[in-house]
């Protein structure tokens, strides 16, 4: 099923398509430049208003903002990168390809980054702490913003799952040197596919503008300030731009109806015995898009899911460091899994497999998550509430999570 931006889309999406097809039949006789980029810049300066940032960039996936993210700090081989154990598959993904090595760190009860533990695994290589904003809620940026600049490393947050959402009154993606964002179908806002990082550092910009188009200088000029680099080509093509700029202008809307929807819920199913709801590091600041309930028991909560015909969170294996075998296979100095690089030198293997972040193993088995707007099994979402439904699912909804947790 779709996510909540998804389910949004009405008639501004198609009207900023067809002006977009509009634009290129006018066009199609045009000798040079027929303004192909022009809805993207649109989508850049609409974007960088709503969160407040100096710089956006577009680009074709969540998980190329991510590189591109590290391509402009310059972080590369020899280097390490702090990442959660509860993830997606992208976060570790664009470290690896990178150059550099994720160094895994434990989540606590809110299914984020815990400081404590990020900041043991420190090591005079660490260059980067990667928070992800899991499941919609912030991560504790105090207490990592303070270990960051401590030990002067970039911050780079990872709000695929999280955009619009706030710490302390800032948007996310605005705290750290950077923020990177997925637009595809599951998420908040939505653009069928595609992503955009935000950032305040104009260098970091550039660099990044020049990996993710050929090189060029922003935007897309020959010369300019900044560095030279062999650039890619991860640009965000018009017509996701023209569904993006429709759905950030709804973003605040799509918010506040699922922000309500989750109140309604948790009021309606209560207290309940041995079971209570994941701790918020800013409970006014999360995006809502599900409720997550962790219980003191990882028999009840998995008995519990299956009553619901859901599964634990640690049952998502893209999402679980312990459900990636290529991982493990990396870690283990496998050259296949990563084909562009040379693999781990055997003398420092590393532990990727289930086992060796057992706090995160744990938290995991015994979490529940209800559905609010975005209802994906593979998240381990598989039940709850539609996007579009109405207060009598929400009673409904409630009624048969409280019968499973007291059956379980």
Known sequence: MPGPGFSAFGEQERANVLAVLDRWARRRDAFGDPGEAETVRDFERATAGKFGADHCLALNSGTSALIAALAGLGIGPGD???????????????????????????????????????RARITPRTRAILPVHMLGAPADLAALTAIAEEHGLALVEDCAQAAGGSYRGRRLGTIGAVGAFSLNHFKVITALDGGFLLTGDPKLFQRAYSFHDQGWFPYREDVGDGDLLVGMNLRLSELNAAVGLAQVAKLDAILARLRARKRALVEEVGD???????????????????????????????????????TTLLDSPKHYYGGLPELAAFGRGERGPVPFRAPINPATEVDFGPGALPRTD????RSVALAVGVS???????????????????????????EAVLAG
């Open 80 to 118: 390490e990168v702090i990442v959660p154990g509860y993830m997606f598959v992208a976060t570790i993904a664009a470290v690896v390809h990178s150059g550099a090595d994720p160094v895994l760190a434990e989540v606590d009860e809110s299914l984020t980054l815990d400081p404590v533990d990020v």
């Open 272 to 310: 309940l015995p041995g079971v209570r709801r994941r701790p918020l590091h800013d409970a006014d600041g999360e995006c809502a898009t599900l409720a997550v309930y962790l219980f003191d028991d990882a028999r009840h909560a998995e008995a519990t899911a299956g009553l619901l015909g859901a």
């Open 362 to 365: 744990d938290v995991l088995g």
């Open 376 to 402: 994906d099994d593979y998240l381990g979402a598989g039940f709850g509430l539609t996007a579009r439904g109405d207060g009598a699912e929400v009673v409904e909804v409630a009624a048969r999570f409280r």
